[in-house]
Nanobody, 119 residues
């Protein structure tokens, strides 16, 4: 069983930056960030596997960077040039296995979420 704890959310003005962190109890091959705004479905933001291969949603490419420190069991999401439409609850997720898709139904472990508000 994998436990995930997010931190780093908050309120920021448009154009600002935030860095999210997710501490995991164990390292899994695939980890990702997802977000859900009120009234909307959960969507994938970025995913990264143990080798460092990444994937991003089109809406965040060039603005967000996902990274991981396997020695610290920690996942990061650096968010720059934030927009009001980035406002959402952000969730860290982990998946065992070699496949690392940016799909919420592929991930079995989830954190409690951290709120990001851009206004």
């Amino acid at each position: 069983h994998v436990q995930l704890v997010e931190s780093g959310g908050g309120s920021v003005q448009p154009g600002g930056s935030l860095r999210l962190s997710c501490e995991a109890s164990v390292v899994t091959n695939c980890m990702g960030w997802f977000r859900q705004a009120p009234g909307k479905e959960r969507e994938g933001v970025a995913a990264i596997d143990r080798t460092g291969t990444t994937s991003y949603a089109d809406s965040v490419k060039g603005r967000f960077t996902i990274s991981r420190d396997n020695a610290k069991n920690t996942l990061y999401l650096q968010m720059n040039s934030l927009k009001p439409e980035d406002t959402a609850m952000y969730y860290c997720a982990a998946r065992e296995g070699r496949w690392c898709p940016l799909r919420s139904d592929a991930f079995g472990y989830w954190g409690q979420g951290t709120q990001v508000t851009v206004s």
